[in-house]
């Protein structure tokens, strides 16, 4: 079964707006990380948020995460158009010694101009 | 430092033919992992490989599909007698050690069945 799930599955707003994406996930795990993947290439990591923090910041980006809900958010503030992507959640198994990610559907964020 | 090496980033197919997908890591990374992704879906895990080992293949069909990471040269993902079904974009990432931590992909590689 699909590990974390993205909401919305499309987003579009203008740009300069706040955009925020959420992640739901099922099982224990040992961190969340984000990743954008532009339209027809390879996905670039964006921040990686461990079980034991509950926000993060990078540049424009904020991630929240509530492993009491199973839960996080991806903020992204002052929207410009080259942040339209689609933005991925996943997550490690939580068990000792997993090794792979299992990754969301996504969310296609739209910044309109 | 070069990134996730992977060709071909296209490859059209017939139904019944073979595609070899190659990758080759970054720099220093041992540890290969292969994703599928269905067009306006998420990736799919495949498999996770280190040098000569095969880690974890839960993700990948008992038949037609095999991966391998030989000692010297890159990930080969090989699927035998194509079917339309097996349209996808491939990707390959890359990380350095055995903590689960980022991942670094490549540009993946599209398969077209016709």
């Known amino acids: 079964s699909q590990q974390g799930e993205e909401d919305p599955q499309a987003l579009s707003i203008q740009e300069g707006e706040n955009a925020t994406m959420n992640c739901s996930y099922k099982t224990s795990i040992n961190n969340l990380q984000w990743y954008r993947q532009n339209s027809g290439r390879g996905l670039v990591h964006l921040i990686l948020?461990?079980?034991?923090?509950r926000e993060k910041h990078s540049g424009r980006l904020r991630v929240t995460l509530d492993t009491s809900k199973k839960s996080s958010s991806l903020l992204i503030t002052a929207s410009r158009a080259a942040d339209t992507a689609s933005y991925f959640c996943a997550t490690d198994a939580g068990i000792q010694g997993a090794q792979k990610l299992v990754f969301g559907q996504g969310t296609r964020l739209t910044i309109n101009p | 430092n070069a990134g996730v090496m992977q060709n071909p980033r296209h490859l059209v197919r017939r139904r019944g033919q073979e595609a070899r997908l190659r990758c080759s890591p970054m720099?220093?990374?041992?540890?290969v992992y292969w994703y599928r992704q269905l067009p306006e879906e998420g990736l799919k895990f495949m498999v996770y490989l280190q040098k000569e080992n095969i880690i974890d293949e839960s993700g990948m069909p008992k038949e037609r599909f095999s991966a391998e990471f030989p000692k010297e040269g890159p990930s080969i993902l090989r699927i035998q007698q194509v079917v339309r079904g097996d349209s996808a974009a491939y990707f390959c990432?890359?990380?350095?050690?055995?903590?689960?931590?980022?991942?670094?992909f490549g540009e993946g590689s599209r398969l077209t069945v016709l």
């Open positions: 948020i461990r079980s034991n923090e």
């Open positions: 990432a890359s990380s350095p050690g055995t903590t689960t931590g980022e991942l670094f």
């Open positions: 720099k220093g990374h041992s540890h």
